[in-house]
């Protein structure tokens, strides 16, 4: 998986391109274009025990606004905002949005850990639908297009897999 992730801090704000992949050994992970090996777990709500070619990094993450994060590792903060290539670009601008009956469809094999509307919900372009949790982490599944619940597939604790249809909107 590839993200664009923008970081300020003392250094001012840089963009960084980072590719994700899973490997036998925890994760590879290329950063802008130089590889790392690394492996992260959470050992509590926010808190990431990341160790980086032999070096660990207890990393403390907060929620700010929007798709922001406010980062603190050691005597260091950071402000990021990770830009998701699955997310629709037209989505982030308010003036293109998906037209007619849209299925909402699992992205990954996982398991549905919340159901955020029902059927007969008006929801928004963007606006959270469902959270599908997957290889440890969370991902909010969003509504495509302003419109109504149609109709609600999933489940609280269902397994789901790629492509599985969750839901309609109308």
Same mark, same amino acid.
């Given at each position: ?5 923008? &970081? ?11 590719? #994700? ?5 925890? !994760?590879?992970?290329? #950063? ?10 959470? +050992? ?5 025990? +990341?160790? #980086? ?18 980062? @603190? ?9 990770? =830009?998701?290539?699955?997310? !629709? ?22 398991? =549905?850990?919340?159901? &955020? ?9 963007? @606006?959270? &639908? ?17 419109? +109504? +619940? ?15 249809? &969750?839901? !309609?909107?109308?």
């Amino acid at each position: 998986m590839k993200y664009e992730i923008q &970081l300020e801090g003392l250094f001012g704000k840089k963009t960084h391109s980072v590719e #994700l992949e899973r490997n036998s050994n925890g !994760w590879r992970i290329i #950063l802008d274009g130089q590889a790392v090996d690394a492996d992260a777990v959470q +050992i509590s709500p926010y808190i990431l025990s +990341i160790l #980086l070619n032999g070096e660990s990094h207890e990393v403390r993450i907060t929620p700010e606004s929007g798709s922001k994060l406010k980062l @603190q590792t050691r005597t260091q903060e950071f402000g990021a905002e990770v =830009i998701d290539p699955r997310s !629709w670009s037209g989505r982030r601008h308010g003036h293109v949005e998906a037209q007619g009956r849209q299925q909402i469809v699992a992205p990954m094999p996982g398991k =549905i850990v919340r159901v &955020l509307v029902k059927a007969g919900d008006h929801v928004e372009a963007g @606006q959270g &639908l469902l959270v599908v949790e997957a290889m440890k982490m969370q991902n909010e599944i969003r509504s495509p297009k302003t419109g +109504i +619940i149609e109709r609600v597939l999933a489940k609280e604790g269902q397994p789901v897999t790629a492509g599985e249809v &969750l839901a !309609w909107v109308e």
